[in-house]
């Protein structure tokens, strides 16, 4: 990836997902950065965030869509950060990247759904990772010709469950996959990392960003989540990103590239950060990572149905209409029900392969909540 255009101070940020984990870190980040940020629209869920911008969007709007499209095509937009979790991303996504703009995404399932289609509509260095796993590799390959890359390697904290005693997961409450060690994000994502499926998604959105074979992206356990990713490369050399977790470095690189702003977050010290453990993961207990992977092989609308199944299960299980170990199956049961035939679109429709995924993922929607219907019956 390369820089797209100079940038012009201040940059004029919209940001989607206002009032969220990531959006309020993006916002500490802008108000600690005045000359070089400034807010000109802010899209939320239920809640809007205590601000004055030109466009304030809720979701539950009734001409949101229109609005949201005129908030990141507005010529006073510069930037657009993606933090609303799932699949709602993808429309504003794409309206953005057709209108020239730079898009810093953390909204990993617009790629696990329709990388393609999104990488091919973005232009050179139109997409910034703010990801932390992504941003760490990003960061590696900076100066790094491509041909150079042996592996990406993804780190996982292992999530809340990792040292659940047991391979029993039929008790786990929500509060315990609420419980992550060491990041605070929002719930989806949270309960993603405990089934580790966050990594799984983080696997695809990586192929798409960076161009690599998915059998060329490893993952790896490393609790303390302090080395966020490494790069290793042809000649046995690897390269790591180390820093505290915190989110506002990877937004505030996704935001001011390719500058590093000063004191975003305080820098490590090494002495006192103790034992970084690495360890292999164990695919047994959490199969996700083989289940994206299986889809991302396969490809067309399958990422959609991993992706779209996996929301709706995460959403059951968080509203207590399902259980923990309901999710994977529920996935599984939606990818091996799924008949790509079924999704083609008919002749005529102007983006077939869009369609397609649409399609996908509103099947696999359809598919969980049939299959939840049955069990609440
Ligand atoms: N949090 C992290 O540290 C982290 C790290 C890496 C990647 N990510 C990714 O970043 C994305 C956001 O995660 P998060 O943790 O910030 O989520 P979050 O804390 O749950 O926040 C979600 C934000 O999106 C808004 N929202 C929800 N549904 C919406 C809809 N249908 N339309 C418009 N806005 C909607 C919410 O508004 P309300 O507050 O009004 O509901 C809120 O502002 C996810 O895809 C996640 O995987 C997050």
């Not at 992977?293 to 959403?315: D, I, K, Q, S």
């Not at 968080?318 to 923990?324: A, D, K, M, V």
């Not at 969980?368 to 049955?374: A, H, Q, S, T, Y």
Request: charged share 25%; aromatic share 4%; glycine share 8%.
């Amino acid at each position: 990836m390369s820089v797209a255009h100079a940038p012009r101070w201040p940059l004029g940020v919209a940001l989607l997902g206002a009032t969220g984990s990531i959006g309020s870190q993006a916002l500490d980040v802008i108000d600690r950065f005045p000359d070089r940020f400034r807010v000109v629209g802010l899209l939320s869920g239920r809640r809007l965030p205590n601000r004055t911008a030109r466009y304030t969007v809720r979701a539950s709007d009734p001409d949101a869509g229109a609005r949201v499209r005129e908030m990141v095509t507005d010529p006073e937009c510069d930037l657009v950060l993606v933090a609303v979790p799932g699949a709602c991303a993808l429309e504003p996504t794409l309206a953005a990247l057709d209108a020239g703009k730079r898009l810093a995404i953390a909204t990993k399932e617009v790629l696990v759904m329709a990388g393609e289609v999104v990488m091919r509509r973005a232009g050179p260095g139109a997409i910034r990772p703010v990801d932390s796993e992504h941003s760490a590799i990003w960061q590696c390959l900076w100066g790094e010709a491509p041909e150079s890359v042996a592996r990406l390697i993804l780190t996982a904290t292992g999530g809340p469950l990792l040292r659940h005693p047991g391979r029993d997961w039929r008790t786990v409450t929500v509060e315990q996959a609420l419980r992550h060690p060491t990041w605070s994000m929002g719930p989806k994502v949270t309960v993603d990392s405990a089934t580790l499926m966050n990594k799984g998604l983080e696997m695809i959105e990586a192929h798409h960003l960076f161009g690599l074979p998915l059998d060329r992206i490893e993952v790896v356990i490393h609790p303390q989540s302090v080395i966020h990713s490494m790069v290793q490369f042809v000649d046995g050399a690897a390269k790591a990103q180390l820093s505290h977790p915190d989110m506002r470095l990877p937004i505030a690189l996704a935001l001011s590239y390719p500058e590093r702003l000063p004191g975003v977050v305080p820098p490590t010290e090494f002495a006192r950060v103790g034992e970084l453990e690495l360890e292999p993961l164990d695919r047994e207990r959490f199969p996700s990572v083989d289940l994206a992977r299986e889809a991302a092989r396969r490809g067309g609308g399958y990422p959609a149905v991993l992706n779209a199944a996996n929301e709706e299960a995460v959403a059951a299980f968080l509203e207590r209409r399902s259980g923990f170990a309901d999710i994977l199956p529920l996935v599984r049961s939606a990818l091996d029900g799924f008949r790509p035939e079924r999704a083609d679109p008919p002749p005529g429709v102007a983006e077939p392969e869009l369609a397609a995924i649409l399609a996908a993922d509103a099947y696999a929607r359809q598919h969980v909540r049939e299959r939840l219907g049955k069990v609440e019956e």
